[in-house]
């Protein structure tokens, strides 16, 4: 069997997938890629090794059907113990934002503490970012009481060194997997910046055109969203 990486791999068509394993089919003993979407239903896939490391024509131009997007991503609970690292590599995450802005809502400004109040939440799900095993960031999510299935991504934010590596949109995907029966999932980020920007649309979030100012109008919030789409057959 010849192995492929396992990770985060982005169809041709745009949408997300995680190779989890191979196997050989019992009869034909062909080599099998295992794999799961990472949108709508989060349906488990099986898929014949050729025709998944292959190439094909779209548009005049050859390109990859699975193209490998980034670092082996996992999206792992955090704990306690976990806070201080995580708010160390947030404060590197949102210097930047805050040398800009100099918002006193900034999580530049926020440390362990924030992390372990959210970690006693049962609204707040806290998740730490592992790329290749190593800890390299975040994701907070708030789930609204009302109406149902509505999810706020509040955080996420990934080591600098390691930015431009696909791990932010694989992170927000498999983030969204973790919550089946989210129907919208709304976030926000400052309206001039386009490297976030293009970062969420990538993952399928859309702007709803509203606009907020926060911290007192030291920066204006753009507000993303994206509606999970009702379940059905999908050629592939």
């Known amino acids: 069997m010849n192995p492929i990486k396992l990770g985060i791999y982005r169809h041709y068509k745009g949408n997300l997938y995680e190779a989890i394993g191979m196997a050989k089919h019992s009869e034909t003993l062909e080599d099998m890629v295992i794999y799961k979407a990472l949108y709508d239903e989060r349906a488990t896939w099986v898929r014949p090794l050729s025709m998944w490391d292959n190439s094909i024509e ?3 131009e050859i390109v990859k059907r699975f193209e490998y997007t980034c670092m082996n991503v996992e999206l792992i609970p955090a704990l306690p113990e ?6 160390a590599i947030q404060k590197q995450a949102f210097r930047g934002l805050y040398e800009q802005y100099h918002d006193e809502g900034s999580p530049y400004l926020r440390g362990a503490d924030e992390i372990l109040r959210w970690l006693e939440r049962p609204d707040r799900h806290v998740f730490k970012i592992h790329a290749d095993g190593v800890l390299c960031g975040g994701v907070a999510v708030y789930q609204r009481p009302k109406p149902r299935g ?3 991504l509040a955080r996420i934010y990934i080591s600098p060194e390691l930015r ?3 791990i932010a949109p ?3 995907a498999l983030c969204e997997a973790r919550f089946p029966k989210a129907r919208r999932w709304t976030l926000d980020f400052p309206a001039d910046q386009s490297a976030n920007r293009r970062c969420y649309e990538k993952a ?3 702007d709803t055109g509203k ?3 926060a911290s007192g109008g030291a920066v204006t919030l753009a507000i993303y969203e994206k509606r999970r789409k009702k379940p059905g057959r999908r050629r592939k």
Not at 82 to 87: S, T, V
């Open 58 to 60: 779209v548009g005049g």
């Open 164 to 166: 431009g590596r696909g």
């Open 211 to 213: 606009r907020e100012e």
């Open 204 to 206: 399928g979030y859309v």
């Open 170 to 172: 694989a992170a927000i």
């Open 150 to 152: 509505e999810f706020y």
């Open 82 to 87: 976990d806070a201080e690292a995580m708010a």
